[in-house]
């Protein structure tokens, strides 16, 4: 079993084989995104189903720059117009913690994540959340008029969110709040160890946060009554090697009565040298297209795409049973695709104190309209 009792575990000992024991650190997330017909981003992301709030427990952050003006507000919330700049919402990227087997682990363990583009505004357990503005980026701007102090006004690629877990403890169990939301119950059904917060005194199965950003989709699109056309994104500024390849996509449509139609596009390479070029045209669907049992044929072929990236079986399933309504059951026309590590890295580079493997797998989907 992959769950290792902590009497016994030490992160850099040695197992009975003489070979290094690995701290394993898994996570996984989704980058939703809703586009136009024509591939126009929508705006106005933080306005969210009622569905989608989370537990009063959840923590939330708002900026001072913004708390006072309704209008800026960077928080999720139904029946509220949005902020037009929030074009991405970052949802639900949990941590699990993994240490090896048979040893002792008792060091604290601080963890740092950013995003850059956009606010981190709701975490569990408790954390330092904070916004400012990329320094390095905005010093070699500032001739050209950038802003050099961030007013809540503007959300752009020079705004950066912080959060920060001091002195984290892993444990075999702890007392996770109480609960019947099943898209927060659903991702303790991993085999991990437990993380403690000594300085709010909470714990829980994963480390839990989310957000919201003016980004794009890694993917354009365009939408007709016969296809949609995939295109790589206008603008690839994240982008520092030559080539990076989007593993995973799938089309899907859910009907009103529960019957999914999906297709699987084949991988695509993204270049700078194809910055706004067509990628893909993936044939939209038939009346014989919808079955029944699509939802469970897109499930399997989504679990084993995430488990080829790294997630641990009972990972993927936790993830695809959190998103079981929005993934499955909203009905909806829809692209996912599999998120290159090197655009989360870039947009949410993630920092821990300890030696890790750290693997990361995010879901992008884009909902069209």
Not at 38 to 67: C, K, M, S
Not at 219 to 224: D, E, I, M, P, V
Not at 293 to 302: F, I, K, M, P, V
Request: charged content about 20%.
């Amino acid at each position: 079993m992959r769950k290792s009792l902590l009497s016994g575990i030490v992160l850099l000992g040695v197992l009975t084989t003489g070979q290094a024991a690995e701290f394993v650190i898994h996570e996984w997330g989704t980058i939703t995104t809703i586009h136009a017909a024509d591939g126009t981003p929508a705006g106005g992301l933080n306005n969210i189903d009622a569905e989608e709030v989370l537990p009063d427990f959840v923590h939330r952050y708002e900026p001072e720059t913004t708390r006072h003006k309704p209008e800026r507000l960077l928080g999720k919330f139904p029946r509220i117009p949005g902020r037009p700049d929030v074009t991405m919402r970052l949802e639900t990227p949990v941590i699990y913690f993994h240490p090896p087997p048979n040893q002792k682990f008792t060091d604290p363990i601080d963890v740092t994540v950013r995003f850059r583009g956009g606010v981190i505004n709701e975490f569990y357990p408790n954390a330092a959340a904070s916004v400012a503005l990329d320094s390095q980026r905005i010093q070699s701007k500032a001739a050209d008029g950038v802003i050099t102090q961030w007013n809540g006004d503007v959300l752009n690629n020079y705004v950066v969110g912080s959060l920060q877990w001091k002195g984290l403890r892993l444990h075999d169990t702890v007392i996770a709040p109480l609960t019947n939301s099943e898209i927060w119950l659903a991702p303790r059904e991993v085999n991990s160890v437990s993380v403690f917060s000594a300085e709010s005194g909470e714990g829980e199965q994963y480390l839990f946060y989310r957000g919201v950003a003016h980004l794009d989709a890694l993917l354009a699109t365009k939408t007709s009554r016969g296809s949609v056309e995939l295109s790589t994104p206008a603008h690839l500024t994240w982008l520092e090697s030559a080539t990076v390849t989007i593993p995973g996509i799938w089309l899907a449509d859910v009907r009103e009565d529960g019957a999914i139609a999906f297709r699987a596009s084949p991988a695509v390479t993204l270049t700078k040298q194809n910055e706004g070029k067509r990628l893909a045209t993936v044939k939209r669907f038939s009346d014989r297209d919808y079955t029944a049992t699509g939802a469970a044929q897109l499930r399997t072929a989504l679990k084993k795409a995430l488990i080829a990236q790294g997630l641990f079986a009972d990972e993927a399933e936790a993830m695809l049973n959190t998103w079981k309504a929005s993934y499955f059951q909203k009905p909806g026309l829809r692209v996912f695709y599999i998120v290159p590590r090197a655009w989360t890295d870039y947009f949410l580079p993630l920092e821990f104190s300890v030696p890790a493997r750290v693997t990361r797998v995010i879901v992008g989907r884009i909902d069209l309209h």
